[in-house]
Structure formats: structure tokens, C-alpha cells
């Protein structure tokens, strides 16, 4: 194999696009190639304006994220009781004091609020939140959105939509103006996971079901899901998924499962986004801060990965335990799609590991990161984090590749970059356009 050279380092114009780069020039365009392309995020909690209040950013919504109230109950002696009784400008006043005053935030979630304020010039260090309220209040939440996206780098939002929930459903039958920038997803927790609790509002908007899902339960939710894939267009429909997840196991949910969710993604040519190795609710007293991880057993995955294989999965795990399996799956199912560095795994000593060993073993045939933003703005510290971790990794990949006798261009990173962060996802989400009409 004619193995390309190198012309040396001086005789090296500024190089265009498709020149042999020297290894020492790759970082530098790794790092241009990642700040230029705007990346599509496959996960995220944020809404577009159509729904209202629903959509949480400003600094008091920043200061109150669960990862932060998880670590204020840690550095301070207010009690989740007395916490939860107090406003969330006080919830966030509180925060900032504990996190931000008294410590140096230098944990990845309080350090993400220290790089949004930096990134609107706002003081990073003052002994309260005035200027940066005042600052917030003043923006409109359109122009704002637009902004935000602009300095995170991504111009494609795909958001989590819970048709149960009885805020959001309303808004949905209301009716909801698409935005270019944002796709839905239909999540599918309270039918999956916790349908003992919520079969009776689908019983009450007329669909034949029980509370064992037997009968004609199936075609039932079935025809709900359709119903709602009509309205939301979905780029895919999503369950977050126990560690204790079993499949296959004689329960409702896995009834459901089989019989409507996989039939109705196939019909709708849409993946299904399983999140798996959550422990919900292990301290109840710190609400959504109280949810923790545990090791799945990922059999589970591969079966229905080998008994679906019309089915597509896009696949996050929560454990660090449960990674290098999720890569090897995906060498073995082509069905199979990983995606991001979930939850606790967002932090950049995990997100090295699982990166490197995906390319090791996928090479550029994954989705690296997802946001999972809850606020707006976290986005613009999330997507940060992301190019300034990834970027060394990837030139690692590629002067390897060099010396091991292959060198690459500007051209051809910045095709490996448009997959990982754009291509891939963009192939596997549904289209917004008509529901395919042939079932399977
Ligand atoms: O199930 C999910 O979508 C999880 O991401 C959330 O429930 C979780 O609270 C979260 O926001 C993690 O980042
Ligand atoms: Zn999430």
C-alpha cells in the first residue's frame, strides 16, 4: 500500500484543506475543525419558546440544577427540609454562598456556571447575584435562545417530551409552532416504567387498556403512541431504563415494549433511545437530586438488539462499568448506536476513557457527547467542556494514524467531526416529514 508522506515541516505551505498535515500542525485543526462545525445534541431537557415556562435558563434555574443542589447539601447545614421551603431565588442565594463563595467551585457542574457568567462578561466572583439576574431579566427569551446556541456551537436541539405530562400535554394539544432548531422526542417513562400509575389517563382519553397492559392494551398504546408521533413528529421515542432492566421478563412494561413501542418505531422508521442504569429515588429527600447509578446487565440490550434487528437502538449507559460492554455490543449489532457521556459520566476523567476506548473499537461510528441540558445556558459550558476534552483525543487518534504510516488533512478530520457530532445523529432521528405509512 503506497503509504503517504510527509513533506517536512519547512517546505510545508500553509496548508489547504486536502495537504498531508505534520503532526505537528493536527492539534491546532482539531481544535479549528471542532470550534467551526455546529454540532447536533442528540439529548437534552431544554424546550423551544412554544412552551413557555416549561423552557428553565436565567441564573437562579443555573444555581438550582440537581447536580448542584446534590453538592450544596454537602457543603452546607440547611437541610433538604428547609431547602425545599425556601423561594429559588433563596435556593440559588444559598447555593451561590455555600458553592461559590465559601468554597472555590471547582467541581465540573459549579465550574460550568463560573464559564456561562464568563461567557456573557459577567462577574465570575461577585458576593451575590444582582448584576447577573439584572443581566438576565433583561434578555428576550427568543434572541436569547438564538445567542446561546450561536456560542455553544450547535444549531440542532432535540428535547424530551412527555406527552403524560399534564403541563406539557396541554401545550401539545394546543398546538405548537415547529422551531428549525428543536426536534421532539417521545418519552415514554410513565408507560414503560411506571404504567400502574398512568394507564388510567389513556383508559380515560378512550383507549381500551388495564392495569396488567392485557387484552388489547398493546394495540392500544400503540394507537396512542401514533397518535402522538402525528403531533410531535418525534426524532425518536425514549425510555430511561432501570439497572435492574431484564429483557426478556414477563412484566407490563416488556408487554408494552414488544408489542407497541418496537412495532410503532419500526412503523414511524424511528430509533428508540434506551437510557439504562438509573436507581431512582435512592434519597427521596433530595428530589431530582436523589436519583443514582448502578451496573446493568447489559443481556438485556443484546437480546433485544438480536431479536429487533429492525429496530435501531440508541443506547446510553450510566455506569462506567457498563461502557467498554455497550462499545463491544456495538461492534456485534450494527443496529446498535452509543451515544454520549450520561449524567455522571459527564465529567472529563470518564469522558477521556469512554471516548478513547470508542475509537479504539468503533472508530468514528458512535455519537461522542449529548448536553442533557435542563438550563439553557448550560449548553454553552457542556459543548465547551466537550471540544476542549474530545479535541486531545482525537489528535491522539490521528497522529497514531501518521505514524503508523497514514497522515490525514484538514479535509478529511473535519469529515470525521461532522460525523461523530453531526452525521451520525442526523442519519439515525427520524425526519420531520409524513410518517412512513408502511408498517413492519
Ligand atoms: O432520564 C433522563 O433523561 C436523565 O438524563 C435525567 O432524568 C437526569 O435527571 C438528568 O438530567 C441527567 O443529566
Ligand atoms: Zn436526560
Redesign the pocket.
Known amino acids: 500500500m503506497k503509504t503517504a508522506y510527509l513533506k517536512s515541516t519547512d517546505q510545508m505551505a500553509i496548508s489547504s484543506d486536502g495537504d498531508l498535515l505534520a503532526e505537528t500542525q493536527i492539534p491546532k485543526v482539531v481544535e479549528e475543525v471542532l470550534a467551526s462545525t455546529q454540532f447536533v445534541d442528540i439529548?437534552t431537557?431544554l424546550y423551544s419558546p412554544a412552551f413557555g415556562k416549561l423552557g428553565l435558563w436565567g441564573i437562579d434555574e443555573l444555581l438550582t440544577y440537581?447536580?448542584l443542589e446534590a453538592e450544596f447539601f454537602r457543603s452546607s447545614d440547611t437541610t433538604p427540609q428547609q431547602y425545599w421551603a425556601l423561594s429559588k431565588r433563596e435556593q440559588a442565594d444559598r447555593i451561590w454562598q455555600a458553592l461559590f463563595v465559601e468554597n472555590n467551585p471547582i467541581s465540573e457542574a459549579t465550574r460550568g456556571v463560573i464559564a456561562v457568567l464568563k461567557a456573557f462578561q459577567l462577574p465570575t466572583d461577585s458576593a451575590d447575584l444582582s448584576e447577573a439576574r439584572s443581566f438576565f431579566e433583561a434578555q428576550s427569551v427568543e434572541a436569547h435562545i438564538e445567542r446561546v446556541l450561536r456560542m455553544a456551537g450547535i444549531d440542532l436541539v432535540v428535547m424530551?417530551n412527555d406527552p403524560l405530562d399534564p403541563a406539557e400535554g396541554e401545550i401539545w394539544l394546543s398546538g405548537v409552532a415547529n422551531h428549525n432548531q428543536f426536534r421532539a422526542v417521545l418519552r415514554l417513562?410513565r408507560i414503560l416504567i411506571t404504567w400502574p400509575a398512568h394507564w388510567q389517563v389513556l383508559a380515560s382519553q378512550g383507549f381500551q387498556v388495564d392495569q396488567q397492559a392485557s387484552g388489547k392494551s398493546a394495540q392500544e398504546v400503540r394507537r396512542f403512541l401514533m397518535e402522538w408521533a402525528e403531533r410531535m413528529r418525534p426524532a425518536y421515542m425514549?425510555v430511561?431504563l432501570p439497572d435492574t432492566f431484564q429483557y426478556p421478563s414477563e412484566t407490563a412494561g416488556n408487554r408494552l415494549l414488544k408489542e407497541a413501542v418496537l412495532p410503532a418505531c419500526r412503523e414511524m422508521q424511528i430509533p428508540l433511545s434506551l437510557?439504562i442504569g438509573?436507581r431512582k429515588q435512592v434519597n427521596p429527600s433530595l428530589r431530582?437530586a436523589g436519583?443514582a447509578v448502578g451496573k446493568a446487565d447489559l443481556r438485556a440490550l443484546e437480546n433485544l438488539c438480536r431479536e429487533f434487528p429492525e429496530n435501531r437502538f440508541l443506547v446510553s449507559v450510566l455506569s462506567r462499568e457498563n461502557q467498554h460492554e455497550l462499545c463491544v455490543y456495538a461492534r456485534k449489532f450494527n443496529n446498535l448506536m452509543p451515544f454520549g457521556c450520561?449524567?455522571f459520566m459527564?465529567n472529563p476523567s470518564i469522558v477521556e476513557e469512554i471516548t478513547r476506548e470508542r475509537l479504539e473499537m468503533l472508530g468514528t461510528s458512535f455519537i461522542p457527547q449529548h448536553s442533557?441540558a435542563?438550563v439553557l445556558e448550560q449548553v454553552i459550558y457542556k459543548w465547551n467542556n466537550t471540544r476542549r476534552t474530545i479535541g486531545p483525543i482525537l489528535s491522539e487518534s490521528y497522529r497514531l494514524l501518521t505514524e503508523d504510516g497514514r497522515g490525514v488533512t484538514r479535509r478529511s478530520i473535519q469529515g470525521d467531526i461532522t460525523r461523530l457530532f453531526r452525521s451520525n445523529a442526523e442519519a439515525w432521528m427520524g425526519s420531520r416529514a409524513i410518517i412512513s405509512e408502511a408498517p413492519r
Do not use: E, K, Q
Request: glycine share 0%.
Open positions: 439529548h431537557h440537581h447536580y424530551t417513562d425514549a430511561s437510557m438509573v431530582l436519583d450520561w449524567w459527564n442533557d435542563r
